[in-house]
């Protein structure tokens, strides 16, 4: 185990440095100039050009990077050039509303997938499977700016009953909160079950079909038991791993359902950041997200060694 998380925390450093290195390269190539950006289309060239003395976009690529990177590394992810104030704030402020939505999205599609998974996969080739497999492949091909439009329309506009804001304002109760996440969530469950679903129900055939539910079968176990104690914990370790990239997602891909319903997360300051050539904000956003994301992926790969001894075993050999 100690090896595998030496080697795991090896690769997430690795990881993190190339990603470094591509946001960097990004946010620097990107069209447009930070102090044009700032001062307007009517300011003077001379006062641009001083702007971007004083925030040094005019030093060479690599003393950039590595200031950039070194405050990185101790916490200090540089001042934004649009609210000429540290950058560290605005990302804390937007991943915790941005972990609010994901998590909301979470609660609900990661069971709902896993069930609609394992009852398709317990009535294969019937019309629940087929249901539950066409819905979740129709429901993970319509985009989110879609399905939420059509649900502003319809709970928001026409009957009125959910807002079509998801911040609720500073000082808001935490059923508040929930009230104004419930419609941004919903597109999000919609993509997401899909993925869940189809997975959970490749590892519960595959499962069914295993010798170990064989034999647990011919012994005589209730259909109940064998589901429970042999068949969920093996077919969900595959699931386990999809869950974790769609955190990756849940975080940082809510660019269009935060913009949509005006939510102040990380996805809505990152392209808020990429319009305004802020490139302090937007570095340090999408390092961030990476961050979640190969974290999500290493409890992931932990949460596997722990439901699966054989992988425990292997891991301790190498």
């Not at 941004?184 to 595959?206: D, K, S």
């Not at 904000?281 to 979640?292: D, H, K, R, S, Y």
């Amino acid at each position: 185990m100690a090896t595998f998380l030496l080697k795991r925390l090896g690769l997430m450093i690795l990881t993190l440095f190339i990603l470094s290195l591509i946001v960097f390269l990004a946010g620097q190539v990107l069209p447009g100039d930070p102090g044009r950006a700032i001062l307007g289309p009517f300011a003077a060239q001379s006062a641009v050009h001083a702007l971007d003395t004083q925030l040094g976009v005019n030093k060479p690529l690599i003393t950039r990077y590595l200031s950039w990177i070194g405050g990185v590394v101790h916490g200090n992810f540089g001042e934004s050039y649009t609210y000429q104030s540290a950058v560290a704030p605005f990302i804390g402020h937007a991943l915790i509303n941005s972990v609010k939505l994901a998590l909301l999205a979470f609660v609900v599609v990661v069971p709902l997938g896993i069930t609609g998974g394992v009852i398709a996969a317990l009535n294969v080739g019937r019309p629940v499977d087929r249901i539950i497999s066409v819905t979740g492949l129709s429901l993970t091909t319509v985009p989110e700016f879609v399905s939420g439009i059509v649900l502003i329309v319809v709970f928001g506009v026409e009957l009125k009953v959910l807002p079509v804001s998801a911040a609720a304002g500073p000082g808001a109760s935490v059923g508040s909160q929930f009230r104004h996440l419930i419609l941004p969530a919903i597109p999000l469950v919609f993509i997401l079950f899909g993925y869940i679903a189809r997975m959970a129900r490749a590892g519960t055939i595959e499962a069914l079909n295993a010798d170990y539910t064989r034999t647990a079968i011919l012994k005589g176990l209730p259909r109940f038991t064998v589901i429970r104690r042999h068949v969920l914990r093996n077919s969900l370790l595959p699931t386990i791993t999809v869950i974790a990239t769609q955190t990756g997602y849940l975080i940082g891909g809510l660019v269009v359902v935060e913009t949509l319903f005006n939510y102040q997360g990380i996805g809505n300051l990152i392209f808020k950041a990429a319009g305004g050539k802020d490139f302090p904000m937007l570095e340090a956003g999408i390092l961030v997200i990476g961050v979640v994301y190969v974290l999500a992926t290493l409890a992931a790969d932990l949460l596997l060694i722990a439901l699966n001894p054989r992988l425990r075993i292997g891991g301790g050999s190498d």
